[in-house]
């Protein structure tokens, strides 16, 4: 039995077992917008264990109509504000925005597999 994810219309197949050779690739680099929802907000202020408006005041910033997490400048980098390099990993795996969950199979990278193979060691042509 195969450990690849696919999804339908997308070129290729991703291995989530080379996330442990990956240093949060994804979770780092450029800087851009990671963004939540207001149930994602919610989940993740209560997983943290902290009032919607706290959570929000600290972590989030307003980007046009939406909501954004905000990243830490790392070296000359940007980090998402939950990617721990200790674990290298999501300190909010289990409340991690859709976003977050549905990466590499995002639209954008559709036609732009060979960007995505740059920045994900699981990518696998099809």
């Known amino acids: 039995m195969s450990d690849l994810m696919r999804e339908e219309g997308f070129s290729y197949s991703f291995n989530p077992s080379a996330c442990s050779t990956c ?38 910033f307003k980007n046009g109509y939406k909501y954004s997490i905000k990243e830490v400048k790392y070296s000359d980098s940007y ?12 300190s909010i795996y289990d409340a991690r925005p859709l976003q977050c969950k549905t990466f590499p199979f995002w639209d954008y990278f559709k036609t732009r597999v060979d960007e995505l193979k740059l920045e994900c060691p699981g990518i696998q042509d099809d």
């Open 23 to 60: 240093q949060g690739k994804c979770c780092t680099g450029e800087s851009g917008y990671i963004y939540v929802t207001q149930e994602e907000i919610e989940k993740i202020s209560k997983l943290l264990n902290l009032e919607v408006s706290d959570f929000m005041a600290k972590y989030l």
């Open 79 to 90: 980090e998402c504000a939950f990617y721990s390099r200790a674990t290298n990993g999501c």
